[in-house]
């Protein structure tokens, strides 16, 4: 009967804290919301900078000249001209065509020593 007195008193506490932290998470959340920093930032005295539309007008034009100027420039630049690189024969290619060369060479050879 004792545990389950203490048990009672524990569950009641435990669903205390879990109320508190609730409202302590939502308060957290209210205050961190956009409207309530607004509120927050007027209270310790700063404005709203509300910027002048010709200041904005200027440097749009400025950024758009730039952006055409940088597009006609091209963002590769050559800097050397030169052919392009022929592939390298294999060696089987090198060997097949040494062979065909000296068997062309022995008939040759061969073709000369009855003829000559």
């Known amino acids: 009967m004792d545990y389950g007195i203490k048990?009672?008193?524990?569950?009641?506490?435990?669903?205390?804290?879990e109320a508190e932290k609730r409202r302590l998470f939502l308060n957290k959340e209210?205050?961190?919301?956009?409207?309530?920093?607004?509120?927050?930032?007027?209270?310790?005295?700063?404005?709203?900078?509300?910027?002048?539309?010709?200041?904005i007008t200027a440097a749009t034009a400025a950024v758009v000249k730039t952006q055409?100027?940088?597009?006609?420039?091209?963002?590769?630049?050559?800097?050397?001209?030169?052919k392009p690189v022929q592939p390298a024969k294999t060696t089987a290619e090198t060997k097949s065509a040494k062979v065909e060369r000296q068997a062309k060479n022995k008939t040759d050879d061969g073709d000369r020593k009855y003829k000559g």
Do not use: C, H, W
């Open 7 to 17: 048990n009672s008193r524990l569950r009641k506490q435990m669903d205390e804290l």
């Open 30 to 55: 209210i205050s961190l919301s956009p409207a309530e920093l607004m509120k927050a930032a007027k209270k310790l005295g700063f404005t709203q900078y509300v910027p002048d539309i010709t200041q």
């Open 68 to 82: 055409k100027a940088d597009a006609m420039v091209p963002v590769v630049q050559k800097t050397v001209i030169s």
